[in-house]
């Protein structure tokens, strides 16, 4: 049985470029959603202002603050969903377009096959793809997140009002949970572009990538601000 042809032009270093990429990936994802208890990242830090958020808006009148801000994060779901699937349309249609496909393979790589430069250019619309089903749910998240606001009760001492606001805190939470997950992936989609230029750019794309994401996490200024919470 014969090997296709964009599998044959894979070497060692373009499978272990891969490995590390897809690697590099989910441990962020993993560090960011569950650091150290000694050194919470920006996200985990930021779920408690959410928590934070929805107790104040319990007693808050009136809540327009409130819906204002809810809509803003669901307006930044939708707009990056739709910049996922502009990014997607472009990409099959270089892959649909075999003669544009040959020539920009020539042009990046002498002796580079179509067939070649088709997976190099698959593997970031997988991460855009990924992206994209994250930002949706995220903005259907933010939507059920809205809804349950709307169900908190105007009176604080009412029982259920906590109850709701702390439901509504969790939906949140997770809605900005599935946004980050997108915005990683969009990072690692980046970093996977380097791959039509070779395995080695490709790590050192890979590597700047999860550099940028784990010091924004973990050692930016905004994250000592957001630490600050006062007494």
């Known amino acids: 049985m014969s090997i296709p042809p964009f599998f044959a032009s894979l070497g060692s270093l373009d499978i272990a470029a891969?490995?590390?990429?897809?690697?590099?990936?989910?441990?962020?994802?993993?560090?960011?959603?569950?650091?150290?208890?000694?050194?919470?990242?920006?996200?985990?830090?930021?779920?408690?202002?959410?928590?934070?958020w929805m107790r104040q808006f319990v007693t808050r009148q009136p809540r327009i603050f409130d819906a204002t801000v809810i809509d803003s994060l669901r307006q930044g779901t939708a707009f990056l969903a739709s910049a996922?699937?502009?990014?997607?349309?472009?990409?099959?249609?270089?892959?649909?377009?075999?003669d544009r496909l040959e020539g920009v393979a020539r042009d990046i790589t002498p002796g580079m096959i179509a067939d070649a430069l088709e997976i190099r250019v698959i593997l970031p619309l997988l991460f855009l793809a990924n992206a994209l089903l994250k930002f949706?749910?995220?903005?259907?998240?933010?939507?059920?997140?809205?809804?349950?606001?709307?169900?908190?009760?105007?009176?604080?001492?009412?029982?259920?009002?906590?109850?709701?606001?702390?439901?509504?805190?969790?939906v949140n939470i997770?809605?900005?949970?599935?946004?980050?997950?997108?915005?990683?992936?969009?990072?690692?989609?980046?970093?996977?572009l380097a791959w039509l230029f070779g395995a080695i750019p490709l790590i050192v794309a890979t590597l700047a990538a999860t550099g940028v994401l784990i010091r924004r996490e973990f050692a930016s200024h905004s994250r000592e601000i957001i630490l600050k919470r006062g007494l």
């Open 18 to 52: 891969i490995a590390m990429l897809l690697v590099a990936w989910l441990a962020t994802g993993q560090l960011t959603e569950h650091p150290p208890v000694s050194r919470p990242s920006v996200s985990v830090l930021m779920a408690e202002y959410r928590r934070d």
């Open 84 to 98: 996922c699937m502009i990014a997607l349309g472009g990409g099959v249609a270089l892959l649909g377009n075999s």
């Open 136 to 170: 949706i749910w995220s903005n259907r998240l933010f939507g059920y997140c809205a809804i349950l606001m709307a169900s908190v009760p105007n009176d604080p001492n009412d029982p259920l009002a906590y109850h709701r606001a702390g439901q509504a805190a969790e």
């Open 174 to 192: 997770t809605a900005a949970a599935a946004f980050n997950s997108g915005l990683r992936s969009i990072f690692f989609a980046l970093g996977a």
